[in-house]
């Protein structure tokens, strides 16, 4: 089975999906992360991230994998090195969105998704999972919470991994990812048509996964 989420950033897809995963004994997939590596090589390599073709070059060059660990966490390894913590950077934060709007960058990083999709059952989380990458996902959800508490998770976030940024930062970035999401050309973030929609705002990590999983086993 194919179980795909999508939603805004700071929507807690990541949480659920390993939470979710784990529980279904599904592999996980944070479809987020491969952008967030290809970022990272371009950015080490001094890449102009407005160049298409030499980010496009980048991405047919890149080895990106996904590997998730015992304790339900998932490591990132681009060309061979664990890169899980520095994809994480503000620097990445800031311009994944613009690397992950062009098109050859998205056909390469989508045929790698799923051909990943292919281990078996799994769950994926990212933005068009259900619309494009796996548009037959046996399940697929959307979610979504107010922009305050968006903003205070991925504050939140951030600040558990040490990282010095202002809460107002962290929200001129989550609201210029959410504009470039949802007008891209290419696979912009919307939710499919038979998707279910899961508004986090009030809702508790425990509450949206028993939710998924009740919602997993209608219809099987």
């Known amino acids: 089975m194919i179980v795909a989420i999508d939603g805004p950033a700071g929507a807690g897809k990541s949480t659920v999906a390993k939470i979710l995963a784990k529980r279904l004994g599904f592999l996980y997939i944070d479809t987020g992360a491969m952008y967030r590596a290809l970022t990272l090589k371009a950015l080490d ?3 102009d991230i407005n160049d298409e073709c030499k980010v496009n070059k980048l991405a047919l060059e890149a080895n ?3 590997c998730n660990n015992l304790d339900g966490s998932l490591s990132v390894i681009l060309d061979g090195k664990d890169v899980s913590l520095d994809i994480r950077q503000p620097r990445i934060t800031q311009v994944v ?7 050859g960058v998205r056909q390469v990083l989508v045929k ?4 990943l999709g292919k281990k078996g059952d799994c769950v994926l989380e990212g933005r068009d999972i259900g619309t494009v990458v796996f548009p037959h996902a046996q399940k697929k959800f959307f979610i979504d919470a107010s922009v305050k508490v968006r903003v205070n998770r991925r504050f939140k976030e951030l600040k558990g991994l040490n990282q ?3 809460e107002d930062d962290v929200a001129r970035d989550l609201s210029n990812r959410d504009k470039i999401d949802s007008t891209r050309q290419v696979s912009p973030l919307r939710k499919a048509d038979d998707a279910f929609f899961i508004d986090t705002t009030e809702l508790s990590v425990e509450g949206v996964v028993e ?8 219809n099987g």
């Open 97 to 103: 969105s613009e690397v992950s709007k062009i098109k």
């Open 164 to 166: 010095n940024i202002a």
């Open 211 to 218: 939710k998924m999983l009740e919602l997993c086993k209608v």
């Open 112 to 115: 790698m998704q799923r051909e």
């Open 45 to 47: 390599n001094n890449v």
């Open 64 to 66: 990106i994998d996904l």
